[in-house]
């Protein structure tokens, strides 16, 4: 069975510093990994994906994902948080292998609040 | 804007009324789906459409009731609803089919629901 794990409810940084917003995953076959963005009444939007190749994945804002198949980890980082970046932020895996109608399932999310 | 819109943004019912929720996506996509979020949870995947065709219901109670005319339209009508289905709605869709699994899903802003 596919999971995800956002260990962290709420990550605070500092503007200016570098973020992390972990997210852990497990599924059977190759992994699909997504990372998206959700702001106050606002809906999903997507980051960035992780299929195939390069291990660090690059996406919209600034984001980065590193992708760790030992660690079965797809970390969302960037270098310098600005305070616009404050929102809601969603890990999800689908399974690769097979079928291409497999569900797309979430973490619970995970706060970010980037104080000035 | 990520190409999907829905209607109404904010509703709220009685337990004994009869609404719908619309989505529309411009897109040209040709899977589109229903989540439902509520509160310190993960997303749930409610419905999912493939080519108008409805290819998973996540044992949704029968008082939500989508349907999907065409590729661009979805709806979930709802009737007697309970107060914990009070949530936001979120529309999203996808370009499935060969090497659909790889592609990013585009969510809509969502319908607040409250149901009194």
């Known amino acids: 069975a596919q999971s995800v794990a956002q260990p962290e409810d709420q990550v605070n940084v500092a503007e200016g510093n570098p973020l992390t917003v972990k997210c852990t995953y497990s599924?059977?076959?190759?992994?699909?990994l997504f990372w998206y963005v959700q702001y106050p009444n606002r809906g999903l939007q997507f980051l960035l994906k992780y299929i195939t190749g390069d291990n660090l994945v690059k996406g919209s804002y600034g984001f980065e994902a590193e992708f760790n198949k030992s660690q079965t980890s797809f970390h969302l980082k960037k270098p310098s948080a600005l305070v616009s970046d404050s929102a809601l932020y969603f890990c999800?895996?689908?399974?690769?292998?097979?079928?291409?109608?497999?569900?797309?399932?979430f973490g619970q999310g995970t706060t970010l609040q980037v104080k000035p | 804007e990520t190409g999907v819109t829905q209607t109404p943004r904010h509703l709220v019912m009685g337990m004994t009324n009869k609404k719908s929720l619309k989505c529309e996506q411009h897109l040209g996509h040709n899977a589109m789906y229903w989540y439902k979020q509520s509160a310190k949870k993960p997303l749930e995947l409610m419905f999912v459409?493939?080519?108008?065709?409805?290819?998973e219901n996540n044992s949704v109670p029968s008082r939500f009731s989508p349907e999907c005319p065409n590729s661009s339209h979805l709806f979930l009508h709802l009737h007697t609803l309970q107060p914990e289905d009070s949530a936001l709605y979120l529309c999203?869709?996808?370009?499935?089919?060969?090497?659909?699994?790889?592609?990013?899903?585009?969510f809509g802003p969502g319908t607040r629901l409250t149901v009194l």
């Open positions: 999203a869709s996808s370009q499935d089919g060969s090497g659909g699994a790889s592609n990013e899903q585009f």
């Open positions: 999800a895996v689908r399974d690769g292998t097979g079928s291409n109608t497999g569900k797309l399932i």
């Open positions: 459409y493939n080519f108008k065709e409805q290819t």
């Open positions: 599924v059977s076959g190759n992994p699909y």
